[in-house]
């Protein structure tokens, strides 16, 4: 069985920084992905989708510190679904794409730091155990 997803798209607002509570640094993000194509009456048609994205550990200190609203990344990872009780006990679910893999792709300077000595246009970030809860078969 395999579950890996591959998306291209843009950030719809800066990373939100967190720590679990052993200080695993964690960022999430929203990533929008869009397609384009003609319906039978040759209009242009646009659907855009909404991906809630998590990183961990280097990774998350890496968006966190690098990533923008607007910025065009690739972003390897897994699905992954969990449901938790709010605080008025009702049920909630999400769906989210555990990062394992980073790349940014717009050109330089379009980051949160200008000043670094890591040149987050050319990196491109692998976190081969980025899930706390990762399984092996």
């Known amino acids: ?5 591959t998306l291209i ?12 509570p052993d200080g695993t640094m964690v960022t999430t993000f929203g990533l929008a992905t869009d ?3 003609k319906d039978k009456n040759g209009e242009k048609v646009q659907r855009t989708e909404w991906h809630k994205i998590v990183t961990y ?3 998350a200190e890496i968006c966190g510190n690098y990533l923008v609203k607007g ?3 690739f972003i390897e990872g897994k699905i992954q679904s969990r449901s938790w ?4 006990g009702v049920k909630r679910y999400t769906t989210e794409i555990i990062a394992s893999n980073m790349q940014m ?4 300077g379009q980051g949160k730091s200008e000043t670094s000595s890591f ?3 050319s990196a491109t970030v692998n976190n081969d155990n980025a899930p706390l809860d990762d399984v092996p078969f």
């Open 71 to 73: 910025k065009l990344v």
């Open 57 to 59: 550990r280097k990774l």
């Open 105 to 108: 792709l717009d050109s330089k």
């Open 9 to 20: 798209g843009r950030l719809g607002k800066d990373p939100e920084v967190r720590y679990t």
């Open 1 to 5: 069985m395999v579950n890996k997803v």
């Open 35 to 37: 397609e384009q194509w």
């Open 119 to 121: 040149d987050p246009d």
């Open 85 to 88: 009780e709010d605080k008025e």
